[in-house]
């Protein structure tokens, strides 16, 4: 004997109603928050890579100290807009017009030998995955404390 099953609607279900009030004013805080988040982090993993190139520059034989006092970070306004922020780590050329002959090598002074590189500067980029985690975690920081004023 078979017995037929009838369901009413709504039986055994579970009914999830969602209001949006709120959402829209929320939304436009998290975007005004993403802005103003950008240059903060990117800062943070500029600094990643001026550390690493400070101490780079303080393994090298120091004769004057004018390379190691050189070393600069700098936003870009020019590179810069509102969804990108730019920072430049370099040395001034005009401290330490000798930056690129360590940096990339040269001929020793009668031109015999040549003096091997020591790439302070571009060495830094092995630390990309640390500037990385720097930025995001400046991203989740700034979030968390705008999460708490709400």
Known sequence: MSRKRTYKPG???VTIAVRSEGVDELLREIGELSKGVIRPAAQAGAQVFY??????????????????????QV????KSD??????????NRKKAPHGHLIEFGTLNKDGTERVAPRAFLRSAQSRADDAAD???????????????KL
């Open 11 to 13: 039986q055994n279900t």
């Open 51 to 72: 550390d690493q190139v400070k101490q780079n520059v303080n393994s090298i034989p120091v004769k004057t100290g004018n390379l190691r006092d050189s070393i600069y």
């Open 75 to 78: 936003y870009s306004k020019d």
């Open 82 to 91: 509102e969804n990108t922020a730019v920072y430049h780590i370099s040395w």
């Open 134 to 148: 720097a930025a995001i975690e400046k991203i989740h920081a700034m979030f968390d404390e705008a999460n708490e």
